[in-house]
């Protein structure tokens, strides 16, 4: 694989061309764990590579159950039920992403990846004449797979319990920032309360733990950073087919 980006100093040239092809056919067939090889491309060329999963029918099944059962968290809440028509579709369209995440981390999915080759210049020509701009789709790549696992880690490492999940779940849900809400303050009302709840829970669980709160808010901040397309691609997108993901969302929903 030749690197795209021999200008960025984390990708730089070896200094010795014949010294670095002799070693790399000496360690040909081996894990590239400690020679050059794999320092020089760890890179943004690396973090680009289009990735799919080890175990896809696995997966596929436990993050549809996932799935499933964030849409029926926010379907029994009462005062979920409450909200217009309209908010409840904005919540969801806004907060499913999040809440995945979050079910993804209580379930305890985890999931490998594999490299997918990239196509050849001729397939890339004639695929841009089948499809226009609106069909195409944010492939997985490395970078989004990493972000998506530092995320699921730190949850992981907090350890929370049910009832912690479930509250977080509500300040998650309850977003009064999400555009053109009909009862954003009522909104805002929830959330304070789901953040309370959350609050009094920690204090009696980790009595001492003043920091706790505040790290699984913060935590929960980085779930943001994670796209809807790209969790469609990864993990749904050979389920639904083209199939828009909200739509069935909402078909679940209402």
């Known amino acids: 694989m030749n690197c795209r980006c021999h200008s960025s100093a984390s990708c730089e040239r070896p200094s010795n061309p014949i010294l670095f092809n002799i070693l790399s056919q000496m360690d040909h067939g081996r894990p590239h764990e400690n020679n050059y090889y794999s320092i020089a491309h760890r890179c943004n060329c690396e973090m680009r590579r289009r990735v799919g999963l080890k175990r896809p029918s696995e997966v596929y099944k436990e993050a549809s159950v996932v799935l499933v059962k964030t849409v029926h968290f926010m379907k029994n809440l009462p005062a979920f039920n409450q909200l217009p028509r309209k908010d409840q579709y904005l919540l969801?369209?806004?907060?499913?992403?999040?809440?995945?995440?979050?079910?993804?981390?209580?379930?305890?999915?985890?999931f490998d990846v594999m490299d997918i080759p990239a196509d050849s210049m001729l397939k890339k020509i004639l695929l841009n004449r089948q499809q226009s701009p609106e069909t195409e789709r944010e492939q997985p790549t490395m970078a989004g797979v990493s972000?998506?696992?530092?995320?699921?880690?730190k949850f992981w490492n907090l350890d929370l319990s049910p009832k912690e999940y479930a509250y977080l779940k509500g300040t998650t849900i309850f977003n009064p920032d999400v555009p053109d809400l009909k009862s954003g303050l009522f909104v805002e009302g929830l959330q304070q309360e789901a953040q309370h709840a959350l609050s009094e829970v920690v204090q009696v669980l980790h009595t001492g733990d003043r920091e706790r709160f505040a790290q699984?808010?913060?935590?929960?901040?980085?779930?943001?950073?994670?796209?809807?397309?790209?969790?469609?691609?990864?993990f749904f997108r050979p389920v639904i087919g083209p199939a828009d993901m909200l739509e069935l969302m909402?078909?679940?929903?209402?």
């Open 92 to 110: 969801l369209k806004n907060c499913w992403v999040p809440l995945f995440i979050l079910g993804l981390a209580q379930e305890h999915v985890d």
């Open 147 to 153: 972000k998506l696992k530092s995320c699921l880690k």
């Open 250 to 254: 909402v078909d679940m929903l209402f």
């Open 216 to 234: 699984i808010l913060l935590t929960a901040s980085t779930l943001q950073s994670i796209t809807s397309s790209f969790l469609t691609e990864l």
